[in-house]
């Protein structure tokens, strides 16, 4: 039988238990959403970089001044290189979007392009690039998995502790309850005379 000093130690222990567990759920959300606002300023930046390579490709076309045309290739490998250093070294996801930019930037540099060739290009360009940055938008939307799957562990365990908790409270409640009725009864009785 649990004496009451046993029963309020355990249901001090059980929520400790509860509350260092939110603590680090708590610490893990602020990790998740840090990486995510990351991973966000990431496919930002490669938006931000291809608009870049395309614009700066189909100016280019309309362009009459050499040095405006210069001004327009450097700024388009400059894109392209920014592109390429985001990317994971060896199988790299966004390796057909370099191709394809590597494609247009040698119709931009071997004389003069048409418009055609170039328009061409540019769709490759898009929609090449439409995947990978759809792939990791939807990673942004539904969470890291690392984080998804922690989370549901710790939901899980949070219910246990919580069913736990209430187990022993109306366990406790229980034998309270029996030892006041074993407890023999008082009665005072007044005798006057």
């Not at 238990?17 to 990486?35: D, G, M, Q, Y």
């Not at 606002?37 to 009459?64: C, K, S």
């Not at 001004?71 to 979007?97: H, M, Q, S, Y």
Request: net charge positive; glycine share 6%; aromatic share 8%.
């Amino acid at each position: 039988m649990l004496t009451d000093a046993a029963f309020a130690t355990l249901v001090t222990l059980v929520l400790g238990v509860i509350t260092s567990v939110i603590a680090s759920v708590t610490l893990i959300v602020t990790k998740e959403n840090r990486i995510s606002e990351f991973r966000q300023a990431w496919i930002d930046g490669q938006r931000a970089d291809l608009a870049v390579a395309i614009a700066t490709a189909n100016a280019y076309f309309h362009i009459r001044d050499v040095e405006r045309k210069a001004a327009c290739i450097n700024e388009f490998f400059a894109a392209r290189t920014r592109i390429a250093l985001r990317d994971k070294p060896v199988g790299g996801e966004w390796t057909k979007t370099l191709i394809a930019l590597d494609k247009l930037g040698k119709i931009l540099t071997a004389g003069v392009p048409n418009a055609f060739d170039i328009l061409q290009a540019t769709s490759i360009v898009t929609g090449e690039s439409r995947m990978p940055l759809k792939m990791h938008w939807e990673t942004v939307k539904s969470g890291e998995p690392f984080y998804r799957r922690f989370k549901c562990g710790v939901v899980c365990v949070l219910a246990t502790l919580a069913a736990a908790t209430l187990f022993l409270l109306v366990l406790g409640t229980r034998l309270t309850q029996k030892a006041d009725e074993k407890a023999p009864a008082i009665s005072l009785t007044l005798n006057v005379r």
